[in-house]
């Protein structure tokens, strides 16, 4: 995963409930976005960012926040939480242009 | 916008059948068109970049070819270990990378 961090790896949350997922790489990438994966319906965008202090909506930001305070570091936050954000997300991270973008091992997240 | 449309959603082949997977894409000022492969429960792995239209890259049995509308993602003697969902994306201006659906491939042995 070239350096790319996700944690935590798994976690259940109550409807209504808040919490922030971690992505955190140390090869100093330009760029770092938050995906979401559901059956059927491939990777989505949720946000982006292609420097500190910028970031971006993507096609499925609604529900979530971000920040991009340092390089390192690109934090997603569920404020709260609904049963419909139950999925796996990925964090991934890369230069710009066209170079390769890495992904992390994921997050797997459920709303009850 | 950007969008990504991957064919056939699934594809099933005999060891030794060769085969593609097919990319159709739209994107305003193409940075760059990504193939990945992606296992059960794991990230998506890096695989190729594309960067224009005529350009090939290889590695082991597949092999990536782009024009200016498609990329084809062509599989050589598959072996059962080639079995995964592969995923296409494009980087355009916006420099966010937009995904497809991923055709999940199976290679029976």
């Known amino acids: 995963n070239a350096g790319v961090t996700q944690t935590p790896k798994f976690q259940v949350l109550k409807t209504g409930q808040s919490m922030t997922l971690q992505c955190a790489q140390d090869m100093n990438h330009e760029y770092m976005s938050w995906y979401r994966q559901d059956p059927g319906m491939g990777l989505r965008l949720i946000h982006y960012s292609v420097g500190a202090g910028i970031t971006d909506q993507g096609e499925v930001p609604n529900g979530y926040n971000v920040s991009r305070s340092t390089t390192e570091d690109f934090p997603l936050r569920l404020l709260s939480a609904a049963p419909s954000q139950t999925s796996v997300y990925f964090c991934a991270a890369g230069g710009g242009g066209g170079n390769t973008i890495y992904f992390g091992e994921g997050s797997w997240l459920t709303v009850v | 916008e950007d969008q990504v449309t991957q064919s056939p959603e699934a594809l099933r082949l005999q060891e030794g059948e060769s085969s593609s997977l097919n990319c159709s894409y739209t994107?305003?000022?193409?940075?760059?068109l990504f193939w990945y492969r992606q296992d059960p429960g794991k990230g998506p792995e890096f695989l190729f970049t594309l960067y224009s239209a005529g350009e090939e890259k290889e590695k082991e049995r597949l092999k990536a070819t782009l024009t200016k509308k498609e990329s084809f993602l062509h599989i050589t003697a598959p072996k059962p270990e080639d079995s995964a969902t592969y995923l296409c994306a494009v980087r355009g201006g916006a420099q966010k990378l937009v995904f497809g659906q991923g055709t999940r491939l199976t290679i029976n042995p």
């Open positions: 994107v305003s000022g193409l940075r760059g």
